[in-house]
């Protein structure tokens, strides 16, 4: 995760502290908190968490979407490999979603799209028009190569100087194809700048059977037999999931087109339900990485999904 100098100003009027400002290195960490039957659980306060830095406790503030803090830098990045083709009918359609169930009126979301090439085909911005101009401008390239790690790593560069919450969703895949970089690089730049993933991951084959006639290749093109081909010779790894996992995300598998805007819609619930906490970096801490551990002791049931680490510098 990156850490940065920064003035924190934190509102702290929910637990009936005064505001502070303070220079310092902070270290976010976003939790999403639910109940046993999966429902979001309002209401905690700072006191309620236990966070753990190596094992020790840290004294943490809250933060919370509604505050008002933390503005959203969201990058799409999207499969569009031509065994892409059926799913990318579905996601040309949900541009209109990013702003209102996502972004916010004061987030900016920017896209990239990634093959054998990798290409940023809209910018950081606030318009929804713009993203959903782009997003259906989406079109399938040649051949099979996926180069999922090399987009995560330039996502995650881009995101660098961004400020508030920085979050990528990958429509992708569940696995990488071809890229020169490896998992435990891509890994270690995601966390090294603070992001948190999200995926909506999908399968060439099943998304093949359920697409419309018009939105799959020519019968007799090189890929559409390529997907069928893909069905024996896929292995189990589950790339997007690691990323999730290791930054507090989730993974939102979609099938048909309204699957696909439900995820979108559950991925929005839940970045804007998140609790924010936040620690200042120790100035002893050791260069590399540092194991994040988040809980609730009073109530021991609730599941936690957040960050597991942070880097120093």
Not at 71 to 88: E, F, H, K, R, V
Not at 114 to 121: M, N
Not at 227 to 240: A, I, K, M, P
């Amino acid at each position: 995760m990156r850490l940065f100098p920064t003035i924190l100003v934190v509102s702290l009027a929910a637990q009936g502290q005064a505001p502070f400002r303070s220079e310092t290195r902070v270290v976010q960490v976003p939790a999403s908190v639910t109940s046993l039957n999966g429902k979001n659980v309002d209401g905690l306060l700072a006191r309620d968490f236990l966070v753990l830095d190596d094992g020790s406790p840290r004294k943490i503030t809250l933060d919370t979407f509604g505050n008002g803090f933390a503005p959203i830098s969201l990058i799409l990045a999207i499969q569009t490999s031509g065994l892409s083709a059926p799913a990318l009918a579905k996601i040309r359609r949900i541009g209109s979603l990013i702003q209102p169930l996502v972004i916010g009126a004061r987030g900016e979301a920017a896209i990239v799209t990634f093959d054998s090439e990798i290409a940023w085909i809209r910018p950081f911005t606030s318009d929804s028009g713009s993203i959903q101009s782009a997003m259906k401008k989406l079109r399938a390239a040649g051949g099979k190569q996926a180069r999922m790690f090399d987009a995560v790593i330039e996502a995650a560069e881009t995101l660098r100087d961004r400020k508030g919450r920085k979050i990528l969703l990958v429509v992708s895949e569940s696995k990488d194809r071809g890229s020169s970089a490896k998992l435990s690089h891509v890994l270690e730049s995601i966390e090294r700048e603070g992001i948190e993933v999200f995926a909506a991951p999908y399968s060439v084959s099943s998304t093949a059977w359920l697409a419309r006639p018009e939105d799959l290749p020519p019968p007799s093109g090189p890929n559409f037999m390529a997907v069928f081909d893909e069905l024996f010779r896929l292995g189990r790894t589950n790339h997007v999931q690691a990323f999730a996992q290791s930054t507090g995300g989730s993974e939102y598998p979609f099938l048909r087109e309204s699957s696909l805007e439900k995820a979108i819609e559950n991925f929005g619930a839940e970045v804007h339900s998140q609790y924010i906490l936040a620690f200042p970096q120790p100035e002893t801490a050791a260069k590399g990485m540092h194991r994040i551990e988040v809980s609730i002791p009073a109530q021991p049931s609730l599941k936690i999904r957040a960050r597991q680490a942070y880097w120093s510098d």
